[in-house]
């Protein structure tokens, strides 16, 4: 099963028409990430080792104040020093289809400013990721 991070809508969540901001969901897609990164990383984590190079959403349906939401996180494309994350928001109780999106990663070490390999152990733990979502996903 890919990886789900729930999410409650909150007040500061909502705009003037009283469902959740745009910018909102990249900030759901970035709490799922962090949670993701530290169950992949387990006891070894240490801090965020990459930088977003590109993320996208798509919306299509409004949430609202008090919904519960559940982010999954699935692994895409696994490179020499990056790797893509899709995200897909679902209303918890209904299953409604809210937004989806997709992230880049790059492996970056922020003392030498510069990029790096994936280390083989990361690498693993995303493709075993990666893998985990592939039977999840119906043909």
């Not at 922020?110 to 733990?125: G, N, Y």
């Amino acid at each position: 099963m890919p990886f789900r991070h729930q999410v409650v809508v909150r007040w500061r969540d909502c705009d003037m028409y009283q469902h959740v901001n745009n910018a909102v969901y990249l900030t759901y897609f970035e709490e799922a990430r962090g949670r993701f990164w530290q169950v992949l990383k387990g006891p070894k984590f240490d801090g965020f080792d990459f930088i977003i190079a590109e993320i996208t959403c798509t919306y299509l349906s409004p949430a609202k104040l008090g919904e519960e939401l559940v982010v999954v996180v699935e692994v895409g494309e696994v490179g020499n020093k990056s790797f893509q994350l899709s995200y897909t928001i679902l209303e918890n109780e209904s299953g409604r289809t809210v937004a989806k999106g997709r992230s880049a990663q790059v492996m970056y070490d922020h003392a030498k400013q510069e990029s790096f390999v994936i280390p083989d152990e990361v690498r693993a733990s995303l493709t075993h990721w990666r893998s985990l979502g592939k039977k999840s996903t119906p043909a």
